[in-house]
């Protein structure tokens, strides 16, 4: 049985990130998504265990100590991480993994674990994402211009990412974050079966191959 693929999703505040990364989630009920450790204060309507694993300061250095954490990092005064132990079960147990986290944390589960497949989602333009982190209704107007400041500092990153998907019209923005999760699944079967085909060599007839039910994956194979 083959591992998991871990998708890495990052983006700057606003840029609806999150969204879609629950939008994902809904319609692929077999992705996981990783719940994220956080030292700040939820937010209304989040809950715990659900959005976010909320833990004071004191614990979260515990788990870091500990070596419990993938990767962290501080934004916008607090404490933002991933649990390594929670990732490695749903991978070990074949499960398509989602990890939603800022370019910081992204760039440490790369260095941790480069087989990941990492997304960076982007907004339209400055106009829009500033339009967005007022319409959150969520900060004052100090904190979004922090946010925009941010956010210049975030997009010069985006080229260090697998792709890239801009999130101007959320449903095509979802359909495009659907079809790169399906072609990554589709890309380790494919190449199972090159490698399924040099063991087996030459002498493997289509009535064995159909017989361990693989002519099949075969056919599929070929097109590629």
Not at 50 to 68: I, K, P, S, T
Not at 123 to 133: G, Y
Not at 162 to 185: C, G, H, K, M, P
Not at 195 to 222: I, M, P, Q, Y
Request: charged share 30%; proline share 3%; aromatic share 10%.
């Amino acid at each position: 049985m083959s591992k998991g693929r871990l998708f890495v999703f990052a983006a700057p505040s606003g840029a609806g990130k999150t969204t879609l990364v629950h939008a994902m989630v809904a319609k692929h009920p077999e992705l996981r998504f990783s719940i994220s450790y956080t030292t700040r204060k939820p937010r209304r309507n989040e809950a715990n265990g659900v959005d976010y694993l909320f833990v004071d300061e004191q614990e979260f250095m515990r788990l870091r100590d500990q070596g419990e954490l993938l990767e962290y990092a501080e934004v916008f005064d607090h404490y933002y991480a991933t649990s390594r132990s929670q990732i490695e079960k749903h991978l070990a147990d074949s499960r398509n993994v989602i990890l939603e986290i800022d370019w910081q944390g992204a760039r440490q589960v790369r260095e941790s674990m480069p087989e990941c497949v990492s997304i960076f989602i982007l907004p339209p333009s400055r106009e829009a994402l500033r339009e967005r982190l007022q319409g959150r209704g969520q900060d004052d107007t100090a904190v979004i211009e922090r946010r925009m400041r941010d956010a210049v500092s975030e997009m010069s990153h985006y080229d260090e990412y697998d792709y890239l998907v801009i999130n101007d019209e959320f449903a095509t923005a979802l359909e495009q974050l659907r079809a790169i999760v399906t072609a990554e699944r589709l890309r380790e079967p494919r190449q199972a079966v090159g490698k399924l085909l040099r063991w087996l060599g030459e002498e493997w007839n289509d009535n064995c191959l159909e017989f361990h039910g693989l002519k099949n994956a075969v056919k599929t194979a070929s097109v590629w």
